[in-house]
T-cell receptor, first 110, second 111 residues
């Protein structure tokens, strides 16, 4: 099964950039990397996704390495409301099934 | 556009009972996926339905089943409940399976 590896937890000061890494060494050439986050007791929220190129939207930026084996989600100016568990996922080959790890628990501190 | 809704939000059952959870996807979304989330295991994929057909299935016992209706609404059923079935059950809808939009979940407690 597709597997991603993320740090269990990270801290970030409010107003600073939060850089969340993810290793996805089993990813195939046509599989996108997706990032979601889950704020306590809510359903996960889609953030951003990418294939090869770096991507940016109103929430975050996604940097994907050239070999596509890892990526970094960047929250440019973290706020207290960004405290959540962040998941990096990709689908498991041709069966279109997303495999979720335990994610990174990000704490944004005042 | 209204988001994904799930009912009920909270449920308490006893061992041996059965339960049915409901999910209404975002209008226009034909794919509905179900997940079980527990503190130690994270999100675990149960199954995915697309146009009333089960398209993918996770590694859960046959006690867990689901269906999808012609209006894309979906239900999942768990029969003969066990204590270990206590979890947050999440439904996600999508146009394509990867960009998923999640509902708030149904928190099930089995006593």
């Amino acid at each position: 099964d597709a597997k991603t590896t993320q740090p269990t937890s990270m801290d970030c000061a409010e107003g600073r950039a939060a850089n969340l890494p993810c290793n996805h060494s089993t990813i195939s050439g046509n599989e996108y990397v997706y990032w979601y986050r889950q704020i306590h007791s809510q359903g996960p929220q889609y953030i951003i996704h990418g294939l090869k190129n770096n991507e940016t939207n109103e929430m975050a930026s996604l940097i994907i390495t050239e070999d596509r084996k890892s990526s970094t989600l960047i929250l440019p100016h973290a706020t207290l409301r960004d405290t959540a568990v962040y998941y990096c996922v990709h689908n498991a080959g041709n069966n279109r099934k997303l495999i979720w790890g335990l994610g990174t628990s990000l704490a944004v501190n005042p | 556009k209204a988001g994904v809704t799930q009912t009920p939000r909270y449920l308490i059952k006893t061992r041996g009972q059965q339960v049915t959870l409901s999910c209404s996807p975002i209008s226009g979304h034909r794919s509905v996926s179900w997940y079980q989330q527990t503190p130690g295991q994270g999100l675990q994929f149960l199954f995915e339905y697309f146009s009333e057909t089960q398209r993918n299935k996770g590694n859960f016992p046959g006690r867990f089943s689901g269906r999808q209706f012609s209006n894309s609404r979906s239900e999942m059923n768990v029969s003969t409940l066990e204590l270990g079935d206590s979890a947050l059950y999440l439904c996600a809808s999508s146009r394509d399976v990867e960009t998923q939009y999640f509902g708030p979940g149904t928190r099930l407690l089995v006593l």
